[in-house]
């Protein structure tokens, strides 16, 4: 599988947008905001509304002297000096900068804007201890204010410290938890690999941001970890509806519904994956891959043939075509192809299979023994293997053989319809009716939920249809 | 100059000889000959279908049945017609058609004065005697009711299908008689297809089962509801009862039911019913003696192919190929599938030997309907011939490796276990492409040669005389029957010619959806003389018939032993040469 969850502190991050420095708008509101309740001095405060717009626009030079102005009158103004020092650092200033934060903190320790910017700037120097310490003081005088909580519990849950890192996010006051806080605890109990109560953080995310794709595809990862591939299926499916267009979002769909015996939908998601990357060779082999799955895998041929030409290294490719071509009863080219794959990788028990069946097929039982047998020797446990040996001593009318092969698939695999149905003509032709008729049975529902996946793979989610390509 | 081509031609001839000896009769290269002679016999019938065939329905038609309605000796001819989803209101639309064989090689179109010509929307056709008075009836299966034409005995027929109590509303298929409770009275089977109806229709490329390699197409059979078949009881008085349910022959699951016939499987003395169900497992419903059936098509083998896959299954095809005493199934199947052999290994133990036999060499592009086990070049063994013909015109407009118009394969039988695909060595009619579906097989012109009469979609049928030029020998048997049953259906025949022991059965059903000759016809090679016939009849009565030359057309009644020799006719050997 494609998709991976993220788990452990490494790859917390990369689900985590940062809080920037950049933006700058959100602290000069929250610090206009507080400077507007305690100052009513209008010339004053159009300078400061003018730094903040000088800042939006970028004009970090301008901004900075409008709050040099500001600063003159109320020189220990903790939000102008948390402006300026942001309008510092965008001007490569950095250790001013830090000067300036440390006296808006000083000046004003329940500043959340201040120390938030000043670990910020101790992050970005890679100073992720000294990034931390920063919070953690500033939370000293601002012990509620979540933005300083949820950066602390961000920078913990970095160092691997989750129950830490969950411990800050409980202490958010509960009017402040909206769909962000959600979010954010759901990443950490994921990074923890606490699926259930990640899933449930992320849906409580979901409920205030009912069309993020990004939280449906954490969902999908999510189900997929716990095992539960029909719910996956449901937030995939759901994103997609939300972005219909998204090639990758199309091939985690496609790689679910295959997950879910859903062969149709993941072959229509890939066909309109492949018409906005044509080349792409993941998506072209995963194509060929789930169109050998249906009724229609003579159409695997051209999506394996492309990607052996982009990729004639990679014995998956051979493989496949060698499969494809033996469904289409194209032997010769087959047999090379399965052939190039032993070349490859000597260790590949599916072309020994393959090539098995071929001489079974070719009525050469000689060597359709020999290839199975050797399929067998490279992965003992290939159900196909064992079933195909069974095919041939059946055909030689070597019974007993044919039934200990087709016992040792069943027990491998043990929904496979056909091997059933050949235990059951095994049995019979023993003498062995009651086996017969029990292998039959067996057969029969085997069957039936083989039939019941296929009606299921008719169900169509919408936002895939539409615009169906052909290869 | 002259010396020197009569020497090259004895050597030819000592060559061919030598090679013929050296091969043996049964494996000797194919000489006899097939030839299209539907116009030069008169037969000017049209089947009507619809040209893009956007519904199932209109895919399915072309029963053919031959029989001798009129008991001249000669064959005749009756096609089923079609009509389309556009004229289905019209009963009158597209007309079916009785031919009456002039015994010299050419046919009148009788069917006005038969009165057999509308019977609306049909499928199949079985010619048999439902009454046992002796003359052939007609029991056409149709989308919608059925009609049980009953004989006259005048030339004419009367529909009597209510008052015998024979209808089947649903779209039947294929229809046969066999007496399953050994009363002496043929019984009924109707196998159903789709439940399908006009006011209903499956919205064309519409959907999963609407396409093919990503073509809209016709819908179906998967996807669409099924519809399970009937078993009527004859009651002896010319009414028969439905004993569907009660028989355990119903297909609660609704299987799409084409080819069916009556044969003794297992050589119990008792008929037994085989159904090809199309993209489903096959029946074989085994009869218990007491009025009811076990369907034992998994555990027999017969149901499904060697993998354990369901097949496109059409028609089917019983015969003791192999000269074993037990009969073995072969049914036509859909394109990418393998036409199936079921050989009969040991009593109601099957294999697939369809690869093992070589039929399984040529599968790919066919979609076969019509088949018969017929020995087309006498030599003793039962060969086998398939008709094909696509169901989806629109493979015409892709690459996929199949025509909607396809050519008939002939299969030789070797005579060790394996067949030979040989039609392009047996004329080249047997090669021109046709959506073929109905085959019906039987002596038309008494010459000892099986001719091949064949009901195609969109146009015009195919007569095939069969010229022999094998040179061998043959011998074709009538069995008449007693009390309700006089055409001794059921019967067994053991045919003992020196080294060669064959057996066949008086069946009803069989092919596509057709009725064939029900006279058994066996091949010689070159054996003048046959040492036994022995007459297995239904009712356990076993007779023999010992030291008949070959060549000749012998009748045997019940009770009475050989009643009737006849030579092969003569007064139509210009036709079709």
């Known amino acids: 599988m494609r998709i991976t969850v ?39 405060a159009a300078q400061f509304q003018h730094a903040v717009r000088l800042m939006d626009a970028g004009d970090w030079q301008k901004a900075e002297q409008t709050l040099q102005v500001v600063l003159r009158a109320h020189p220990n103004d903790a939000d102008a000096l948390n402006l300026l020092g942001v309008a510092t650092v965008k001007q490569g200033r950095v250790d001013e900068a830090e000067a300036i934060f440390r006296k808006a903190t000083k000046s004003n320790p329940s500043l959340p804007a201040a120390w938030l910017n000043l670990a910020q700037l101790y992050e970005q120097r890679d100073d992720k201890e000294h990034g931390l310490q920063t919070l953690q003081e500033g939370l000293s005088h601002a012990p509620h204010d979540p933005r300083l909580l949820s950066e602390t519990a961000t920078l913990l849950a970095d160092r691997g410290q989750f129950a830490e890192a969950v411990r800050r996010l409980q202490a958010v006051p509960s009017a402040a938890r909206f769909s962000d806080y959600w979010e954010l605890l759901g990443r950490v109990y994921l990074s923890n690999s606490d699926f259930a109560k990640a899933e449930e953080a992320l849906l409580r995310a979901l409920h205030g941001k009912p069309e993020s ?20 299926w449901q937030y995939v499916a759901r994103a997609l509806r939300l972005a219909p267009n998204s090639p990758e979002l199309l091939y985690e769909y496609a790689q679910v519904s295959l997950q879910n015996k859903l062969s149709s939908e993941a072959v229509l998601a890939m066909r309109k994956a492949l018409l906005m990357e044509p080349d792409r060779p993941d998506f072209l082999f995963f194509l060929g891959d789930a169109l050998l799955d249906t009724s229609d895998f003579h159409e695997a041929l051209p999506y394996f043939r492309r990607y052996v030409e982009l990729r004639p290294d990679d014995p998956r490719g051979h493989l496949s075509l060698g499969w494809a071509l033996f469904l289409e ?35 050469d039982s000689e060597k359709a023994l020999e290839f199975l047998t050797h399929a067998l020797e490279v992965d003992p446990g290939h159900a196909r293997a064992h079933w195909g040996l069974g095919m041939v001593y059946s055909r030689e009318g070597r019974y007993e053989k044919s039934r200990d092969e087709f016992e040792a698939a069943a027990h491998l695999d043990p929904d496979e319809p056909k091997v059933h149905y050949q235990l059951s003509q095994v049995y019979a032709r023993l003498g062995e009716s009651e086996r017969a008729r029990s292998e039959l049975r067996l057969y029969q529902e085997a069957q039936k939920k083989s039939d019941e ?7 169509l989610p919408s936002g895939v249809r539409g615009g169906q390509p052909r290869p | 100059m002259k010396l020197l081509f009569l020497g090259v031609l004895i050597f030819a001839l000592v060559s061919y000889a030598g090679v013929a000896s050296l091969l043996g009769p049964s ?16 037969i000017r019938f049209k089947h009507i279908s619809a040209p893009d065939k956007k519904y199932i329905v209109e895919s399915m038609s072309g029963g053919v049945a031959l029989f001798d309605y009129d008991k001249d000796g000669c064959l005749d001819i009756y096609f089923t017609n079609a009509l389309t989803v556009e004229t289905a209101s019209d009963p009158k639309s597209s007309r079916s058609a009785l031919y009456h064989n002039n015994c010299d090689g050419t046919f009148t179109d009788v069917t006005d004065h038969a009165g057999v010509g509308y019977p609306g929307w049909a499928m199949g056709v079985l010619a048999g005697d439902f009454d046992g008075d002796g003359w052939e009836d007609l029991y056409v299966t149709c989308l919608g009711h059925n009609h049980l034409y009953h004989n006259n005995g005048n030339g004419t027929f009367t529909d009597i299908t209510d008052k015998a109590g024979v209808d089947d509303p649903r779209w039947s298929t294929g229809a046969a008689l066999g007496d399953f409770d050994n009363d002496g009275a043929p019984d009924l089977f109707v196998a159903n297809y789709v439940d399908f109806k006009l006011s209903d229709l499956p919205k064309f490329g519409k959907g999963k089962f609407c396409e093919y390699r990503g073509v809209p197409v016709q819908c179906g059979p998967r996807g669409l509801p099924g519809a399970g078949d009937s078993l009527f009881r004859n009651n002896g008085d010319g009414t028969f009862t439905n004993v569907t349910q009660k028989a355990g022959v119903s297909d609660p699951d609704g299987r799409y039911g084409l080819g069916v016939v009556w044969t003794d499987v297992d050589g119990d003395g008792w008929q037994d019913i085989y159904v090809a169900n199309d993209s489903g497992p096959n029946f074989l419903y085994h009869n218990k003696h007491d009025g009811t059936f076990e369907e034992i098509g998994y555990l027999t083998g017969t149901a499904v192919g060697e993998d354990g896959n369901e097949q496109g299954s059409m028609g089917v095809a019983v015969a003791d190929y192999l000269h074993t005493g037990r009969v073995a199934f072969f049914v036509s199947n859909f394109v990418d599938e393998y036409d199936t052999l079921y050989r009969h290994d040991k009593p109601l133990f099957f294999t697939d030997v369809s690869f093992a036999s070589g039929i399984a060499k040529v599968r790919g592009p066919w979609v076969g309907w019509g088949t018969a086990f017929f020995d087309y070049d006498n030599d003793g063994w039962p060969d086998l011939m398939v008709v094909n013909g696509h169901v989806y015109p629109q493979v015409d407009n892709i690459d996929v490796g199949s025509k909607y118009a396809q050519r ?7 005579g060790d276990g394996t067949f030979t695909e040989v039609a392009a060595q047996t004329g080249e009619a047997l090669m021109v492409p ?7 097989f039987g002596d038309l012109f008494n010459d000892g040669h099986i001719d091949v009469v064949i009901n195609n979609l969109d146009g015009k049928p195919t007569v095939l005389r069969n010229h022999g030029g094998d040179h061998n020998n043959w011998i074709t048997i009538k069995l008449l029957g007693t009390g309700k049953n006089p055409d001794a259906l059921g019967a067994r025949v053991k045919v003992v010619a020196g080294d060669l022991v064959q057996w066949d059965e008086v069946r009803s059903g069989g092919s596509y959806l057709s009725s064939s000759d029900l006279r058994l016809h066996f091949g010689l090679g070159r054996r003048t003389r046959v040492d036994l016939i022995e007459v297995h009849w239904p009712d356990g009565k076993v007779e023999a018939v010992k030291d008949v030359t070959a060549n000749n057309f012998l009748t045997i009644q019940y009770g009475q032993g050989l009643v009737k020799t006849a030579p092969p006719r003569t007064n139509n050997v210009d036709i079709g040469k």
Do not use: C
């Not at chain 1, 996946?453 to 169900?459: A, D, H, N, T, V």
């Not at chain 2, 494996?27 to 008169?42: E, K, N, R």
């Open chain 1, 453 to 459: 996946r296929i009606k299921l793979s008719q169900r």
């Open chain 1, 329 to 363: 009863k194209s032997f010769p080219e087959a047999r090379q192809h399965l052939e190039e794959t032993l070349r490859l990788d000597a260790k590949q028990a599916d072309a020994w299979y393959h090539l098995g069946m071929i001489a079974y097929e070719t009525n």
């Open chain 2, 27 to 42: 494996q000797a290269l194919p000489t006899s000959h097939f030839v299209d002679i539907t116009d030069a016999a008169g």
């Open chain 2, 408 to 414: 008939i394969l002939l299969f030789h039988n070797n």
């Open chain 1, 213 to 232: 794709v990004t939280m449906l595809r954490q969902l999908t990862g999510i189900a997929l970890k716990r095992g539960d591939t029909a719910r996956a």
């Open chain 1, 6 to 44: 993220s788990a452990g502190a490494r790859v917390f991050r990369a689900y985590l947008p940062r809080v920037p420095i950049l933006r700058s708008s959100t602290l000069v509101l929250v610090a206009l905001v507080g400077w507007r309740s305690a100052r009513a001095q209008a010339p004053i």
């Open chain 2, 434 to 440: 046709r959506v073929s579906r109905g085959a019906a």
